[in-house]
């Protein structure tokens, strides 16, 4: 199991509050963070490395947006 850190991000994408949680792989570590993300977007870190990043209500993802991967 790794170690991952999910934050939650305000409407300006600043860290809200962050969570740190034991999982197996990245899929599992996005599985956590989307199961959080119905009122605020999160971003699923392993160590400093970036692994997602889910919007609120787990919207679609645009590459015009700052905020979508």
Known sequence: ????????????????????LACRDDLHALSEGESVS?????EIWDGARLVARVKAGNAALDAQDQYSL
């Open 1 to 20: 199991m790794k170690r991952y850190r999910i934050c939650s991000l305000d409407l300006e994408g600043h860290i809200r509050f962050a969570v740190e």
């Open 38 to 42: 119905a009122q605020h977007a999160v």
